[in-house]
């Protein structure tokens, strides 16, 4: 297994070394060389990438919120050219790396774009927030082993197994001596939550079962007319024995779609459930040299549905722009003055236009193909 920091895009993308991206000139792989498929991928994360310079502000053009999932069909070589895409334009590195998540499946070749939203990304940090508070309560020898679990973030995780992809999770907590995380947390919506269970696969038998705990939070964002129902569900390494009698490994799922705020928007009735993750879960064995860390992380279904309550309404506040800012007679200036762009940036505008100009073509050309021949055999069917 591997696992590579979001604030280095060189390590992420598995393709050249540090250096490569200020030290030789952006070389783009020959056109003829170029997946459609690749190519639509990359002007998606463009638009994408305006789009949310629209949102701060930047640029005149006032575009709509970014789409916060998207799924390709990628085969492995294609997947290859796109992270030597990736590789070969810093400006779109570094927003896949600090604005993207993405989730790559080789066994059915297929690519998951995400860009978490407001209320995803703060509902998240509420929890983390309050399973990091629970590590540092223990005491005794869990308290020796709950410190040195460190909370991961989004790191990158991918594995040696080529039968197994790169994924970047919501959420993850690792043992400081620990290789894999032992506990990853994955929020999801109407579609990602059909790839938890392919995700908890990936986590657990790409490991080999140090990945001990994948935790699944499903929230429905609750837009007019939607449902607002919130659970989560739990998937653990299980050893079965497969038909042949061969023990076999598998994910589990141990809680099934809990619920912690029901399609009316109100918390369950009774609400007594828990969201129990075990210490030991946190590392495998060899983490600790006797006996397992005893207690549990316990988060209550009431707790789980202020998070979810509280990260809404900083997103709906963030979205409509109610905030406190600073007053306007505080604001002693008269003008505001950006830095100036050095040559080097502009060089890379350039390149980045052309290499857009470029994919746009050759996109635009075979969609135009596509649809040609769509006529042409419509033709031919009728004749």
Same mark, same amino acid.
């Given at each position: 297994m591997t696992v590579q920091t979001r604030s280095s895009p060189q390590l992420k993308l598995h393709v050249t070394p540090p250096s490569s991206f200020t030290? *030789?000139? &952006?070389? /783009?792989? /020959?056109?003829?060389?170029?997946?459609?498929?690749?190519?639509?991928?990359?002007?998606?994360?463009?638009?994408?990438?305006? =789009?949310?310079g629209a949102g701060a502000g930047i640029g005149k053009t006032k575009l709509p919120a970014p789409v916060p999932w998207t799924a390709y069909s990628l085969d492995a070589e294609a997947y290859t050219e796109l992270l030597r895409r990736f590789e070969c334009d810093e400006n779109l590195a570094a927003f896949v790396d *600090?604005? &993207?998540?993405?989730?790559?499946?080789?066994s059915t070749r297929r690519l998951i774009l995400r860009m978490?939203?407001?209320?995803? =990304?703060?509902?998240?940090h509420f929890v983390v927030q309050e399973?990091?508070?629970? &590590?540092?309560?223990?005491?005794?020898s869990s308290g020796a082993f709950a410190k040195d679990v460190k909370f991961g973030g989004s790191t990158r995780i991918s594995f040696d197994d080529s039968e197994y992809g790169c994924h970047d999770p919501d959420g993850q907590f690792k043992h400081e001596n620990a290789q894999y995380p032992g506990v990853v947390i994955e929020v999801s919506y109407s579609q990602k939550k059909r790839?938890?269970?392919?995700?908890?696969?990936e986590y657990i038998l790409g490991s080999d079962a140090n990945i001990q705990c994948v935790i699944g939070?499903?929230? =429905?964002?609750g837009g007019k007319g939607k449902a607002k129902m919130a659970t989560w569900s739990v998937w653990e390494p299980v050893v079965e024995e497969g038909d042949n009698g061969r023990k076999e490994l598998v994910a589990k799922q141990t809680v099934h779609n809990t619920v912690f705020r029901t399609p009316t928007g109100t918390p369950p009735s009774p609400s007594n459930q828990? &969201? =129990?993750?075990?210490?030991?879960?946190?590392?495998?064995?060899?983490?600790?040299?006797?006996?397992?860390?005893q207690g549990s992380i316990i988060i209550p279904a009431a707790k789980l549905y202020t998070f979810l309550a509280n990260a809404e309404k900083t997103g709906l506040m963030l979205v409509e722009?109610?905030?406190?800012?600073? /007053?306007?007679?505080?604001?002693?200036?008269?003008?505001?003055?950006?830095?100036e762009i050095t040559p080097e940036e502009e060089l890379l505008a350039r390149d980045e236009k052309r290499f857009k100009t470029e994919e746009d073509s050759l996109v635009e050309k075979e969609e135009a193909d596509d649809a040609s021949w769509g006529k042409g055999s419509a033709a031919s069917d009728v004749s």
């Open positions: 030290t *030789h000139p &952006l070389t /783009p792989p /020959p056109t003829d060389e170029k997946s459609p498929t690749v190519l639509r991928i990359i002007r998606d994360i463009r638009r994408r990438k305006a =789009e949310v *600090h604005e &993207l998540r993405f989730d790559y499946f080789p978490p939203t407001a209320v995803h =990304e703060y509902f998240i399973i990091r508070t629970q &590590l540092g309560a223990f005491t005794g790839d938890l269970p392919h995700l908890a696969d939070l499903d929230i =429905e964002y828990t &969201l =129990e993750i075990p210490l030991r879960a946190f590392a495998p064995s060899s983490c600790y040299s006797t006996d397992p860390p722009k109610k905030g406190l800012v600073v /007053p306007a007679k505080m604001k002693t200036w008269g003008a505001k003055r950006r830095r």
